[in-house]
């Protein structure tokens, strides 16, 4: 075998080896990069269970002025003590068919949600915690103070919690958001059981394995689903989560908005007739679709709270879609890196031959 022969071996060699560690090496970087946390998940779908403000397995119980906007469901149990004087501003559903089906999609979105993929590793400390979008995981949740969610201006944005065992907050603490508002795309999926302290203002739908508690005063813009074991309610607020939505800008045009103007003298006539509503007439004066939970929801103490900037922020400087510049810069660099390495190889080989 000629040199000749010999360097072209070893030029095929080395592409054969060079190619596929260099897509190798790209690929299990991308994997590793954990960009999932910031990048736009979908929502979880909660079917029917997203008529009701509590579901519970076996039983719910209340004490006190509770209020829930929504429906009330139990099943396989049958029992809902507490109601009156405990109010529903939906329907009461006890081991029915409506109750069954809603607790059958509460699973399957307990599911979905548990299985999201891939997410960040939290602390079990969420107070003074500042987050973005994104799924994340905890092993048993506590939050003492104040959570805030920054939405980076993203009406669609979701917040996965994916918890382990079990969520506590502590007395009066608080989940805010920043930068908008979306209480209808967060969820806490606990492997346990859940327990909001007195006077917590919580917000997102709360989907536990097994049993709920709100203590006295807690407030919850979202919905209490417990999937086995009972509901427990003291004077609790309950209202249903809305987000606001992605209106685009209404096009702009070059017609009079007042309607269309004459030249001639005016008329002596009355003036107190009824008036045409043209282009530019009022807008309808229905009711707005505000419930009587308005007071306690992300507009009144969240949206644009007191949250600080402070605290832990994963991702902090990274887009919020997660996509960004990032993989692209990964990409070309170990494109380049691996490039520049086959080269080097090639120029070795080829030295050692001709010396």
Known sequence: MTARQRTSRLRMRAFMIAIPAAVGLVAGLMMWHPSGAYAQSAPVGLGTAADFSVLAGSTVTNTGD?????NLGVHP????????????????HLADAVAEQAKL???????DAAGRTPFVSLPAELGGSTLTPGIYRIAAAQLTGQLTLDLQENPEAVFIFQIDST???????????INGSSPCNVYWQVGSSATLGTGSDF???IMASTAITMNTGATLEG???????????????????????????????????????????????PTGGPTTNGPGGPTSGGPSN????????????GSDGNGSDSGFKPGAGLAATGGGAWPVIVTAGLALAAVGGLFVLLAWRRARLES
């Open 66 to 70: 509770t209020f829930l906007e929504q």
């Open 77 to 92: 149990g049958s029992t809902a003590p507490g109601f009156p004087p405990g109010e529903v501003g939906g329907a009461i």
């Open 105 to 111: 999609d509460l699973t399957t979105a307990y599911n």
């Open 167 to 177: 969520l506590i907050t502590a007395s009066n603490s608080s989940v805010i958001f």
């Open 203 to 205: 917000i997102g739908n």
């Open 223 to 269: 919905r209490a689903l417990a999937q086995t074991a009972a509901v427990t309610l003291d004077d609790n607020t309950i209202t249903e989560p809305e987000c606001a939505p992605d209106v685009p800008p209404s096009p702009t045009t070059d017609a009079p908005t007042d309607g269309p103007t004459t030249d001639g003298p005016p008329t002596d006539g």
């Open 290 to 301: 505000g419930g009587p939970g308005d007071g306690n929801g992300s507009d009144g103490n």
